[in-house]
Nanobody, 125 residues
Framework: EVQLVESGGGLVQTGGSLRLSCAAS????????IGWFRQAPGKEREGISC????????YYADSVKGRFTMSIDNAKNTVYLQMNSLQSEDTAVYYC??????????????????WGNGTLVTVSS
């Protein structure tokens, strides 16, 4: 059974940092691309980053490029999203998800095969 469990969200001040974690089980990172999405209140879901080990793909949305870094710890079966220089517009629920396709699925904010339940990030001034 595939499971994705996000953690690490919370309240942070503008300019601060957070690291989100996604504990993964029931699949291999070699077989799926894994991405991070976010959805702010009243806005559409946005695919913001992706890694595909199988295809050597990596993707970051322009809105987070240079500030957010995604990484995979295979030994811990955990995916991380390091978020720096956070701004109010980064306030959203953040989800990790996997697809049997490539990172363009995340870039296009298309549906994924499996989703976590999300973790809330609130950036306050």
């Amino acid at each position: 059974e595939v499971q994705l469990v996000e953690s690490g969200g919370g309240l942070v001040q503008t300019g601060g940092s957070l690291r989100l974690s996604c504990a993964a089980s029931g699949f291999s990172f070699d077989d799926y691309a894994i991405g991070w999405f976010r959805q702010a209140p009243g806005k559409e879901r946005e695919g913001i980053s992706c890694i595909s080990t199988e295809h050597g793909d990596e993707y970051y949305a322009d809105s987070v490029k240079g500030r957010f870094t995604m990484s995979i710890d295979n030994a811990k079966n955990t995916v991380y999203l390091q978020m720096n220089s956070l701004q109010s517009e980064d306030t959203a629920v953040y989800y990790c998800a996997i697809t049997g396709g490539r990172c363009w699925v995340v870039a296009g904010s298309y549906d994924m095969n499996y989703w976590g339940n999300g973790t809330l990030v609130t950036v306050s001034s």
